[in-house]
């Protein structure tokens, strides 16, 4: 399904530690049609270092039930109007391995594990054409889609920042980041926030101790520079 042109797809970084992702899994989004029915179809899979994309969880929310399941509750979609939905995912207790990504498929089927939508707003499972719709999810500043994953130890690297030999710890620090290189470097460092602001900078050799206890709770990226190379790390500072 992946390969198709009409199938939205959003990853994670490689992931540089494994990943714990536990409980609850909710895909909220705002979309527009031009039809009066369609649906939003969710789901998550593990992509392996090989490419393979195995699914983990899927979802799915027909439009016209947006208000509920009985015949009262059921209303057709206006054409161009954006509306605000969630879609539920089951409930999970998975471990995604280094080396691995995380990623979300948004499409508007997902048969034959669903029933396919006619997207005529008529009445459903009988035989009938379809019609295609051309449906838009919204991700901007007013109208932020999103997806809520309950993550633990989210470490996100690209494949360049995996220097074999280079250990950091601990991760999440409270009071200092311990940061080891291979062969007793020297080495310039530098902190910065989510924001890109630099926060501390210094000059170590060997195994080394930075010290950021005075650091506010958050996410953090350590950059260093060894011998004219820069690696950059997520790291998190716990209290």
């Known amino acids: 399904m992946e390969s198709r042109n009409d199938v939205l797809i959003f990853e994670s970084p490689v992931l540089g530690a494994p990943v714990v992702m536990k409980g609850n899994v909710r895909a909220h989004f705002y979309v527009s049609s031009n039809r009066k029915d369609t649906d939003v179809a969710v789901r998550i899979t593990d992509v392996y270092p090989d490419g393979r994309s195995m699914i983990l969880l899927d979802g799915i929310r027909r439009m016209r039930f947006r208000n509920g399941f009985t015949a009262a509750d ?16 089951m409930n999970s207790a998975i471990t995604f391995l280094p080396g691995h990504r995380i990623r979300l498929d948004i499409t508007s089927s997902n ?9 005529n707003g008529g009445a459903m499972y009988v035989a009938g054409d379809t019609l295609v719709a051309q ?3 919204y991700h901007n500043a007013s109208q932020a889609s999103y997806i809520e994953l309950r993550l633990e130890d989210f470490i996100g690297e690209t494949p360049e ?18 940061l080891t290189v291979p062969g007793n470097s020297e080495f310039s460092w530098e902190i910065f926030d989510v924001q890109g602001k630099s926060q ?20 953090y990226v350590l950059q260093y520079t060894i011998n004219g190379k820069s690696y950059r790390v997520k790291w998190v500072k716990s209290k």
């Open 74 to 89: 059921t209303a057709s979609m206006i054409p161009g109007q954006i509306y605000e939905e969630d879609v539920q995912l």
């Open 111 to 119: 048969y034959p594990r669903f029933d396919v939508n006619l997207n």
């Open 135 to 137: 449906n838009t999810i």
């Open 161 to 178: 920042d995996l220097f074999v030999g280079h250990k950091l710890f601990p991760n999440p620090a409270n009071e200092f980041l311990e």
């Open 200 to 219: 501390k900078s210094g000059t170590c050799k060997g195994e080394n101790r930075v010290v950021v206890a005075e650091l506010y709770p958050g996410l």
